[in-house]
């Protein structure tokens, strides 16, 4: 029984990894020197908790290919980010040169996406269903792409005002 667990953790390790690979595969091979904003850092909705939660691994691997991750979250500390960063995956500032430049916590979620080169999804909060998407895609360089790790986004509205949409679990579309 022990080994089907462990069988489980490292499929749901694999899928972690996968979101990422997906995201610079789809960014033309290579995310170095990109702003990608980060939306969502909680295990899950209506929570401050950061343990365990994908957005570590993900932003990790992101940070691995030198990408700067704007992570915005309305409950999530900058202290615990880091905390589990550095518990989890060792990530640290030590290890990281310049983690406060590569990896903020932005306060402002529109900021979080001004000039960023791709959105990702990662926390299914409320609020990013109804952004301003038109905003968001204006102020970003083209193409713009989202990753919807949570499917909480409208893919066919983002479709339609420019975006390329990514969603896990679902077939590739292009936009029209």
Known sequence: MAEYWHQVVKLNDWQKQRFANHMVETMFRSVTGKKI??????????????????????????????????????????????????????????????????????????????????????????????????????GMPKPAFIFDGRNILPHDELRAIGFEVYAIGKPLKKAT
């Open 37 to 138: 904003a980060m939306l969502g850092f909680a295990f899950k909705k209506d929570t401050g908790d950061t343990r365990e939660t994908a957005a570590a691994y993900v932003a990790k691997s992101l940070l691995e290919e030198r990408a700067a991750v704007h992570v915005y979250d309305p409950k999530v500390s900058r202290a615990s980010m880091l905390m589990e960063m550095e518990y989890s995956l060792g990530v640290s500032k030590e290890d990281y040169g310049g983690l406060d430049k590569s990896l903020p916590l932005v306060e402002d979620l529109y900021e979080a996406c001004l000039g960023a080169h791709a959105v990702c999804i990662m926390t299914e909060w409320d609020e990013f269903k109804s952004l301003d998407f038109k905003r968001i895609y204006e």
